[in-house]
């Protein structure tokens, strides 16, 4: 599978994970479901800009286990801050709130977070994605193509919610 269609496909299968995510932890907290993202439909793109840049930069890097982490969790920091910067300047809004968490930064990052984050980035480069590129190497160029090419444009139908 071309580098293209792999990171397609990776965006949105983990904006979609993460959206399951995200409904299934506020439904358990709050007892209620709803639709946690800023677009209509069920990916939530911090997730897959997220796997998808961690992958890019780490799937390569010969390092053990604890530099991966280390590295990874710097990542994962930097993109989790800065997206909930970026998300409340453009919308006025807060998507999240970590400021009842010990050992936050301003309320848009936590400690327990970010090390979640970084053990499901280095599960999802070292066992999550090369299974879906086992998967997606069995389909039908074609069937691949047509795929990643209405994946690409599902955003613009269910664009801003906000």
Avoid: Q
């Avoid at 965006?11 to 479901?33: C, P, Q, R, V």
Wanted: net charge positive.
């Amino acid at each position: 599978m071309d580098m293209f269609n792999k990171m397609i496909i990776i965006f949105f299968t983990f904006s979609f994970i993460g959206w399951i995510w995200e409904m299934l932890l506020y439904a358990f907290k709050k007892d209620k479901i709803i639709n946690r993202g800023f677009l209509h439909g069920p990916i939530l793109p911090i997730y897959g800009f997220g796997v998808l840049l961690i992958w890019i930069i780490f799937r390569s890097l010969e390092a053990s286990l604890f530099i991966r982490f280390l590295l990874i969790s710097v990542v994962c920091s930097l993109i989790e801050y800065f997206t909930s910067y970026i998300l409340e300047k453009l919308f006025h809004k807060s998507w999240w709130d970590y400021n009842d968490c010990k050992y936050n930064l301003n309320g848009r990052i936590c400690l327990k977070g970010i090390l979640f984050f970084s053990v499901g980035a280095i599960l999802s480069i070292d066992y999550v994605i090369p299974f879906i590129i086992k998967i997606f190497s069995y389909i039908d160029v074609f069937l691949k193509f047509y795929f990643t090419f209405l994946l690409m444009f599902l955003p613009v139908f269910g664009f801003f919610k906000e």
